[in-house]
């Protein structure tokens, strides 16, 4: 099978509103897919399902959500056949990105195409929902609003063009330990998020997280990567999901690179990526 592309996430808004009974918070977001992508191989010269993974901090074992994936389409399907996943790591690992979710989605979506279809896009998104909370949303693929545990998907209308610089300074932050310690607040919640967003000023006057006050008081460094990105012109800046990457959102592809080059040169240390959303 040719290569499937895994693209990366970020968070354009996210409120936590509640802790559920099941360990999880529902919560309101808005989600975009952007241009970093993971590639994903799917094999079938083996006689289990296994991962094989670039970056040596992803597990292999079935604990990989790649492995979940194919381990619930075969049930599924009613299969028992192997398969080998194959895959090259861009997205940097646990920074908020939804890599293995979408690595996780890639698969289901790969592997429907290898049998010939037999699940809708519908069907795929209840599997998806089983194996993770940001998963549906990489078979939904378009720019969304997020509700119930992330797995609730509306199409957004409309978002206008932009650009983003992403920085990862190479941090690990545990979503767990973040949800664990937020503490939630009666603060009145805005569900009147805009179905259509025209321009970049609208859009970074939506950008919010809730998870920010949690993260940066862990690691303060990335509260002063927001402000590097924000004096170096971008229109607004946020972390993406419980981070540690953070985004900045600039509204000429120009002005993203003479940021994105400058930040190269002054911070050999951190992962920093242009990029633009995937907004169809």
């Known amino acids: 099978m040719p290569d499937l592309r895994s693209p990366a996430k970020i968070n354009l808004f996210l409120k936590a509103l509640r802790k559920r009974k099941d360990g999880y918070h529902d919560i309101l977001s808005v989600m975009c897919g952007v241009t970093i992508f993971d590639h994903v191989t799917l094999s079938f010269d083996v006689s289990s399902i296994r991962a094989e993974c670039s970056d040596p901090r992803v597990p292999e074992d079935s604990s990989n959500l790649a492995c979940k994936a194919a381990s619930l ?30 690595n996780a989605a890639s698969v289901l979506m790969g592997l429907n195409r290898r049998y010939d279809n037999p699940f809708s896009k519908e069907s795929l998104m209840s599997m998806a929902g089983k194996i993770g909370a940001d998963v549906p949303f990489f078979i939904f693929r ?45 603060s009145a919640i805005d569900s009147n998020i805009p179905t259509s967003i025209k321009t970049v000023s609208e859009l970074a006057q939506l950008l919010h997280n809730d998870l920010e006050k949690v993260t940066f008081q862990k690691y303060p460094a990335l509260e002063i990567i927001k ?5 170096n012109g971008a229109q607004g800046a946020l972390m993406s999901g419980s981070g540690p990457a953070v985004f900045g959102i600039f509204d000429t592809i120009n002005s993203a690179k003479t940021v994105c080059r400058s930040i190269r040169n002054r911070q050999g240390k951190w992962n920093v990526f242009l990029a633009e959303p995937l907004l169809t």
Not at 227 to 231: A, E, R, T
């Open 73 to 102: 389409f075969m049930k599924r399907y009613g299969a028992s056949d192997g398969v080998r996943i194959t895959i090259r790591k861009s997205i940097p690992v646990a920074a908020g990105l939804g890599g293995g979710s979408s």
């Open 227 to 231: 402000s590097v990105l924000i004096d």
């Open 142 to 186: 378009s720019p969304a609003m997020a509700s119930g545990i992330g797995d609730k998907l509306v199409g957004l209308g409309c978002l206008p063009p932009f650009w983003l610089v992403v920085i990862d300074p190479g941090l690990e932050v545990s979503t767990a330990w973040v949800y664990k310690n937020l503490e939630l607040t009666n």
